[in-house]
């Protein structure tokens, strides 16, 4: 016997406001991939090597974080794809909580999904993409700022253009984006080897390759954005477990051909020491002018995430405007675009706010980092936790796929999602954009109980 909840939420599934189309299959297999690849294959990877190496202490150790990357990545794929393809959704994660958890914990992800995760993820991407800018030409003491406002209107705008041309675009761009890393590999592989340290050992144990794997993860995360087309791809359930397995195995193999170039052509000493492993290994394989190169394939790889993120963000706000009236504005989508149009528009609106704040801090790139990690990990736990929960509430809902080796590999997963909210809190403790996380994070408390308050007294739904 079903559960008010259940109908509540299967009409809740069903339903679209009058005059708004639902999301319909548009994305191939390679269209969905290539936006999770363009999300999780970021600026990350030219930066994290040398602190992994220094972290583990050596090479042996190094290349063990960043094939056991890879390994956990792929269990929390298959996590992930037993979730979205029993409830294929635009809400992605949202979907999950509320089945799971009820209304009120998915709302506030949803709430920190538009504060704080994904505005916060464009916004620390626009500061990539504007570091590197002001490099090859300055527009002032915010330029930074700057060019990352002028990235969030640009792809919001071809965002609100549709969904092909954006799919199209993002294709192009991810492709440029794999190109750049493999170029990084090939200079690497051409340079003479450098020398082996006879004897380098990691000094802290346990404790130092726990830390690496900290940095290995956060490089590798973002392929669970792929929830949030499962609605939209075509080919049914199994489309996006290839979508989820081929992403994986993409993002893996080109970390490990990067990771191990770089250590050919530096070598592990200098890789530990460098401050940017692929200007290093580009500048020594073409000269100066690598440094400039190197630059615009970072910026482009920024550009790639930015676009990738804010495809999926903007229907995070989509779905929660199906379940809260008061939200129903941002419940519009566009049928002849594809894209849920408000959504969009809110998303850019808040991702600018943060770029003015992260403009008037020390550092942008870090205070978002600050800003967006811990709550990012707690809900992306509670995610993996769903998938216990909702095989035993909803046993008899037909599941496409099945992780394998049930219970284990989800709970590996959410002990890797534990940890890692430990280390970003820990990371982010005397750091004021943490507080301010938290500051936001209680707002949206604040917003679920006038919800419930304007429900109690307003008309009836």
Request: hydrophobic letters at 50%; charged letters at 10%.
């Amino acid at each position: 016997m079903s559960t008010t909840f259940e109908r509540e939420q299967a009409t809740s599934e069903t339903k679209h406001w009058a005059g708004s189309a639902v999301p319909t299959p548009t994305l191939s297999v390679f269209d969905a991939t290539m936006i999770t690849v363009g999300i999780v294959i970021g600026a990350g990877i030219f930066q994290t090597p040398s602190m992994v190496a220094g972290i583990a202490g050596s090479p042996s150790l190094m290349l063990a974080a960043w094939v056991l990357g890879g390994v956990l990545s792929l269990i929390g794929a298959l996590t992930y794809a037993e979730l979205a393809t029993t409830y294929p959704s635009a809400g992605g994660d949202y979907t999950f909580l509320t089945r799971a958890y009820g209304k009120q914990v998915s709302f506030l992800f949803a709430w920190a999904r538009s504060m704080v995760i994904c505005t916060g993820s464009i916004a620390l991407l626009g500061f990539i993409l504007g570091d590197y800018l002001t490099r090859l030409f300055d527009l002032g003491a915010y330029s930074s700022a700057i060019y990352a406002a002028l990235a969030v209107v640009l792809l919001t705008v071809i965002n609100l253009v549709g969904l092909r041309g954006s799919s199209r675009m993002q294709n192009v761009l991810t492709l440029f984006e794999i190109s750049g890393v493999l170029l990084v590999a090939i200079a690497g592989m051409t340079l003479d080897p450098a020398p082996v340290p006879i004897a380098a050992t990691s000094s802290e144990g346990g404790g130092a390759f726990g830390l690496a794997m900290v940095f290995v993860l956060l490089t590798f995360g973002g392929w669970n954005e792929a929830a949030y087309v499962s609605a939209e791809v075509r080919g049914g359930p199994r489309a996006l477990v290839r979508t989820l397995v081929v992403s994986i195995g993409i993002i893996t193999a080109a970390y490990l051909i990067f990771v191990g170039s770089v250590l050919h052509g530096l070598g592990f000493e200098q890789l530990k020491a460098s401050q940017a492993v692929g200007v290093d290994v580009i500048e020594r394989a073409f000269g100066p002018l690598g440094g400039q190169l190197i630059g615009v394939i970072v910026a482009v790889a920024a550009l790639t995430s930015m676009n990738s993120t804010m495809i999926v963000g903007a229907r995070s706000n989509y779905s929660v405007a199906q379940d809260w009236p008061t939200l129903r504005f941002m419940g519009q989508w566009q049928s002849e675009r594809h894209a849920p149009v408000v959504g969009f528009t809110v998303q850019a609106v808040i991702a600018l706010a943060l770029i003015v704040f992260g403009a008037l801090e020390k550092d942008g790139f870090s205070t978002m980092v600050e800003f967006t990690a811990p709550v990012f990990w707690f809900f992306f736990m509670l995610s993996g936790i769903a998938l216990l929960v909702l095989r035993r509430r909803d046993p008899e809902r037909p599941r496409p796929f099945q992780v394998p080796w049930y219970p284990l590999l989800p709970l590996v997963f959410v002990a890797m999602c534990a940890y890692l909210l430990y280390s970003s809190i820990t990371y982010a403790q005397s750091q004021n954009a943490g507080y301010v996380a938290l500051v936001v994070m209680l707002s949206g408390a604040f917003v679920l109980l006038v919800l419930h308050l304007r429900a109690r007294t307003g008309p009836a739904r």
